[in-house]
């Protein structure tokens, strides 16, 4: 059996636009309103209120670690006013986890900004550095006793989404896709569309603005250092890129804009969050999009759990050795036997990586429930089914399955 460290993290994660519902005083929930092809998230599964039972889930699982946000449109929700309110309910949230024996990794940021913050220009605005840094100062003051904390969230895909949102205001995309659905969704009914899908139509990120986000990471993580003992990184999106006949030049070209440049970004922190779902071949044009096929996945990516060992060790040698926590891992499926098989592969291939030398401190699965997926609604990614009318908390066998995993310190049978 793989040697695990002491105090490896298993856990699942969640991110708080995506599970509290009602985010109402940010960007997103404005975006929700005027974008074409985009639900609203509305009331999410209210784990704003539901935490406890949420957390407790997780626990009585057998699992240790629970990884979710806070939100800066909550506390900041016009500029310089911080709500003491807001903090003392994040505090409870990390009191609870605690109690529960779940080690909270708390992530600054994970996509959603306050709606005033955005209209100063977000990311690239002038003031865009203070603001930050002045909501990570009061986010610090209840951080006392976390373990570990993420700045912000897939800086590369977050890159991405400021690219898009600037090709729909110049007309250039005719309505919103989510980031984490491959190609534009094409209607059930409609299989001649579906036979067209076409490869990622967002953008490539920005590189300068890849660069802001990192400015914004070493800002966010000296704060945190200073007034915490918590170990520091971001969570970056890794597309486990491979190329395939002829694609060797673009792979390095397309790896760095779309990764490598926040991977780099990394080599001072104290960890570097892993995000894998599946990975994604390269020719001389670029990616190259998944056939249709019945293994996809809800979302249109290919099953392929393979992509973390791929992503792991690619992390771990652009980032030059910084320990590795998979911040998500998971799979869109509907059937959750599927989910056990995929997320069973998948840690074979991180304990292979482990094996070889790799330092990994932890596993979180994506998702804890089954949430709002970033304007869509039918993907389902959780260990925990949701009734959306009445919120009712279902858990589904894999929770129970990764619980064993996590009590054992390894697969089944290894």
């Known amino acids: 059996m793989t040697r695990l460290r002491p105090g490896f993290l298993w856990g699942a994660a969640t991110a708080p636009h995506q599970i509290e519902g009602n985010n109402v005083s940010s960007d997103w929930w404005a975006r929700e309103g005027l974008m074409p092809g985009m639900e609203r998230s509305g009331d999410a599964v209210d784990s704003y209120h539901r935490y406890p039972e949420d957390m407790r889930l997780l626990a009585e699982a057998g699992l240790n670690s629970y990884r979710f946000g806070i939100e800066w449109a909550r506390i900041e929700p016009v500029p310089g006013h911080v709500s003491r309110a807001e903090l003392a309910h994040y505090r409870r949230m990390i009191d609870t986890a605690l109690q529960l024996g779940l080690t909270p990794v708390v992530t600054l940021n994970h996509f959603t900004l306050p709606r005033w913050f955005a209209e100063e220009g977000g990311w690239l605005g002038e003031q865009a550095l203070d603001r930050f840094a002045s909501y990570v100062e009061a986010a610090a003051t209840i951080l006392g006793d976390v373990p570990w904390v993420a700045t912000l969230n897939e800086p590369n895909m977050l890159a991405m989404m400021i690219t898009a949102m600037r090709a729909f205001r110049a007309g250039q995309m005719a309505g919103w896709q989510s980031p984490t659905v491959e190609g534009e969704a094409a209607p059930r009914e409609d299989a001649a569309a579906e036979e067209t899908r076409r490869p990622p139509v967002l953008p490539p ?135 056990i098989a995929y997320t069973g592969e998948a840690l074979r291939g991180l304990f292979t990586a482990i094996d070889d030398g790799i330092d990994v401190r932890g596993y979180l699965h994506w998702s804890a429930l089954d949430n709002y997926e970033w304007g869509h609604w039918e993907p389902t990614f959780g260990l925990i089914a949701v009734d959306r009318e009445t919120f009712e908390r279902k858990p589904k066998p894999s929770l129970g399955w990764l619980g064993d995993v996590a009590r054992r310190g390894g697969l089944p049978g290894a």
């Open 205 to 339: 990120p920005d590189p300068e603005i890849g660069r802001r986000l990192a400015e914004a990471h070493a800002v966010a993580r000296e704060i945190v250092r200073q007034h915490t003992d918590a170990g520091v990184g971001w969570t970056v999106a890794n597309g486990a890129y491979h190329a395939l006949p002829g694609g060797e030049q673009k792979l390095e070209e397309l790896r760095y804009v779309r990764e490598d440049l926040y991977l780099e970004a990394a080599r001072g922190d104290d960890f570097i969050g892993v995000q894998s779902y599946s990975s994604q071949g390269v020719d001389a044009d670029g990616l190259v999009p998944h056939p249709p096929h019945p293994d996809n996945t809800l979302v249109g990516t290919a099953y392929r759990p393979d992509a973390l060992e791929t992503a792991v060790r690619h992390t771990w040698e652009v980032t030059g050795g910084v320990p590795v926590i998979v911040t998500e891992n998971g799979i869109a499926t509907a059937d959750d036997e599927r989910r």
